[in-house]
T-cell receptor
């Protein structure tokens, strides 16, 4: 019974490159959430997706960040033209359905921008 | 807007001693409340949650938390800590119809022999 899977676990990019972070939700879960954790801070909500739909992207930066959750395959968080301030841990969580269900978190992707 | 305050950034307790981590939330209606634990370099593991009903909730690893509406608090407790409890603890709040969780800034727990 695999949990939420994220890859890569660690990602190093140079300024200006693109970063792609992948998240496979738990089996049977159709809701995916992305959070960002900056050093020494708590997690901040970024985006909430269901299959083929973005439900709430109120926490996403206006530029360079995008997310998708296609019908088939993992959810992708894409960061274009990365900057040093994007260095953080990015966590994905999934749940069975709506807000009354617990969100289960993956191990995170640690992004380092040089 | 909902918010969570964890007033203690860092707590040190002796192994075997009791523990209480504080969490205060701000939200108009009845919130959904969670405690998660994060070990260094790891993801978050759910310790316990409160949605409704009994205000004293039991979680994994011997933890419990009590929801006090009058104080807008959801403090985490453990009667006797173990060295393996050393980690970062996050309180979070959610609510019906708004799926995103709002997290506190965390409390780092250090255990001394």
């Amino acid at each position: 019974n695999a949990g939420v899977m994220q890859n890569p676990r660690h990602l190093v990019r140079r300024r200006g490159q693109e970063a792609r972070l992948r998240c496979s939700p738990m089996k049977g879960h159709s809701h995916v959430y992305w959070y960002r954790q900056l050093p020494e801070e708590g997690l901040k909500f970024m985006v909430y997706l269901q299959k083929e739909n973005i439900i709430d992207e109120s926490g996403m930066p206006k530029e360079r960040f995008s997310a998708e959750f296609p019908k088939e395959g993992p959810s992708i968080l894409r960061i274009q033209q990365v900057v040093r301030g994007d260095s953080a841990a990015y966590f994905c969580a999934s749940s069975v359905s709506n807000s009354q269900e617990t969100q289960y978190f993956g191990p995170g992707t640690r992004l380092l921008v040089l | 807007a909902q918010s969570v305050t964890q007033p203690d950034i860092h707590i040190t307790v002796s192994e075997g001693a009791s523990l209480e981590l504080r969490c205060n939330y701000s939200y108009g209606a009845t919130p959904y409340l969670f405690w998660y634990v994060q070990s260094p370099g790891q993801g978050l593991q759910l310790l316990l949650k409160y949605f409704s009903g009994d205000t004293l909730v039991q979680g994994i690893k011997g933890f419990e938390a009590e929801f006090k509406r009058s104080q807008s608090s959801f403090n985490l407790r453990k009667p006797s800590v173990h060295w393996s409890d050393a980690a970062e603890y996050f309180c979070a709040v959610g609510n019906f119809g708004n799926e995103k969780l709002t997290f506190g800034t965390g409390t780092r727990l250090t255990i001394i022999p």
